[in-house]
């Protein structure tokens, strides 16, 4: 494969810098996260409205979004002061004979590399240049190669230049945190097939994410790659949830149906019930709430035709009964809720694709075994939300099993759109959801999939002073 020479002179740079970057401590790695956050923030009017310009997200959602991505930023810091990407663990040596008897071990976790990371349409800041991805790599000892999001590449731009201020005045090599701004399909297989390049970073569409992890397994050395491909986010109510305010559940659910006009991984795309009177006139009020809420526009284009076609293709169906009245999809689009037996929704496999924007498919069951077998049908999912779940019997023990197996993160109250950034937070679970279902790309154990495991037998101490890496 030829590459681009700018693809190539971003990861030589990477390269460059990652040996150095592997041997560097905690209290450097945190100055670095640290630093970057404090530049987000100095630039923040002119980059919210950058990002404005550019993806129609609106400034208080950017300003939030802002906040979050700094928040990861230092959060990836302490990780990093604290020294807990080395994951340690050692075993002193104990005389005798084996098995008792054994060596010294220490088990420690070595950085993979340069990363080359997929910037998310749409997260412009917190899965962009400086995001969680980038974060955690650079918390990991991992340098960073960045494709910019064509759909904020002005921003991303502005952003990189920020970063590359930031690691001049800390007197850091530029190739830490690299950019690729080429919008071609070829420059993104590129970067995953040079071999500088050790693992892969991405958030976006199916199609992309199969074709960039082909790429990543056809070198002749494959290497990991952590994508999120898409998830339809199942919200199951059982009979006790639409007993209490079934008026404020429709209300939270159009809302997050419709946050970002829709364009949120852990968007709800699926509700689900067993067939009841309070069942259909929950799926009515929130036809009627998703009706009442303007959408903005949405971030490209090719994200709208999507939309548009995916909506078109549920309205078109002739088991699918639309209960939204708004019958345009021109503009900003509008919100879509369909209604669909669990017999026909189970009949049909396309039923079950994720229509990325405000679109909810509703599924009326008529025994709690094909309301399982609905669950159970959609697969990998990042999140499925269980409402009256609470009393732990056996129908509630049944239900969560199947939702265990097919999602990375279970809620029992709320809406699944708002994924916090904590240590304990899962975001991936069984493909598409994730392409690696054991690691998450939201929250502090994110740098996990940048690290590699290491044993160390009788290591000299002026190794094991560095944790087994050298500077
Ligand atoms: P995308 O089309 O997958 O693009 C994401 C990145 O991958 C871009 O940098 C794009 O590069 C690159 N890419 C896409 N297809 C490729 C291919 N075949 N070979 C090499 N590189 C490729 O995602 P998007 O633009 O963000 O949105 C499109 C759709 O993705 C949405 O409608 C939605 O269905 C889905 N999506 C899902 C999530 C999620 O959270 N799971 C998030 C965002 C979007 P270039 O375009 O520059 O070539």
Redesign the pocket.
């Known amino acids: 494969m030829t590459l681009h020479p700018d693809v190539d002179t971003a990861v030589a740079l990477a390269c460059d810098a990652a040996d150095a970057w592997a041997g560097s401590d905690g209290l450097r790695r945190a100055a670095l996260l640290d630093r970057l956050a404090e530049a987000l923030e100095n630039d923040r009017p002119a980059l919210v409205a950058l990002a404005d310009s550019e993806t129609h997200l609106g400034a208080a959602r950017l300003n939030g979004e802002l906040d979050r991505t700094c928040f990861q930023l230092r959060g990836f810091a302490s990780l990093a002061r604290d020294g807990g990407f080395y994951g340690r663990i050692d075993d002193p040596a104990v005389a005798g004979p084996p098995p008792a008897g054994r060596p010294d071990l220490t088990r420690v976790r070595v950085p993979l590399g340069p990363v080359a990371m997929?910037s998310?349409?749409?997260f412009p800041f917190a899965f962009s240049v400086l995001g969680g991805d980038t974060a955690s790599a650079l918390a990991a000892g991992c340098p960073v190669v960045v494709?910019g999001?064509?759909?904020h590449i002005g921003l991303s731009r502005r952003v990189h230049q920020l970063a590359q201020g930031v690691l001049r005045s800390l007197e850091l090599p530029e190739g830490l945190i690299g950019h690729i701004d080429l919008?071609?399909?070829a420059a993104?297989?590129e970067l995953v097939a040079h071999p500088g390049i050790q693992a892969v970073a991405f958030?976006?569409?199916l199609?992309?994410?199969q074709?960039?992890g082909r790429q990543a397994q056809a070198r002749s050395q494959p290497i990991p790659f952590y994508g999120?491909?898409?998830?339809v986010n199942p919200v199951v109510v059982l009979p006790e949830a639409l007993e209490a305010d079934r008026g404020s559940l429709a209300k939270t659910l159009a809302a997050s149906i419709t946050q970002g006009s829709g364009q949120f991984?852990t968007s709800p795309g699926l509700l689900m019930m067993l067939d009841s009177l309070d069942a259909r006139a929950l799926v009515g009020q929130l036809a009627v709430e998703i009706d009442q809420i303007g959408l903005h526009r949405m971030l490209?284009e090719?994200?709208h035709q999507?939309y548009v076609q995916g909506v078109a293709a549920l309205k078109r169906h002739p088991e699918v009964r639309t209960l939204t009245s708004a019958a345009s999809t021109e503009g900003a689009g509008n919100g879509f809720v369909g209604l669909v037996s669990a017999a026909a929704f189970l009949a049909d496999q396309a039923l079950r694709h994720?229509v990325?924007g405000a679109a909810c498919v509703c599924v009326l069951a008529t025994s709690l075994d094909e309301l399982c077998a609905v669950l159970a049908a959609v697969g990998g999912s990042l999140t499925t939300t269980l409402l009256g779940a609470d009393g732990g019997g056996e129908r509630d023990r049944r239900v969560f099993r199947i939702a265990q197996k097919i999602s990375g993160r279970v809620l029992f109250q709320g809406m699944p759109t708002g994924v916090a950034v904590t240590h304990a937070q899962h975001h991936g679970g069984p493909w598409p959801a994730s392409t690696q279902p054991l690691f998450t790309s939201v929250g502090f154990t994110a740098s996990d999939r940048f690290l590699r495991p290491v044993a160390l037998q009788d290591a000299p101490l002026w190794l094991m002073e560095r944790c087994g890496v050298p500077v």
């Open positions: 997929f998310a349409s749409n494709k999001h064509p759909a919008d071609t399909h993104g297989l958030t976006g569409s199609a992309g994410g074709a960039l999120e491909l898409g998830s991984c490209s090719r994200i999507g994720e990325f």
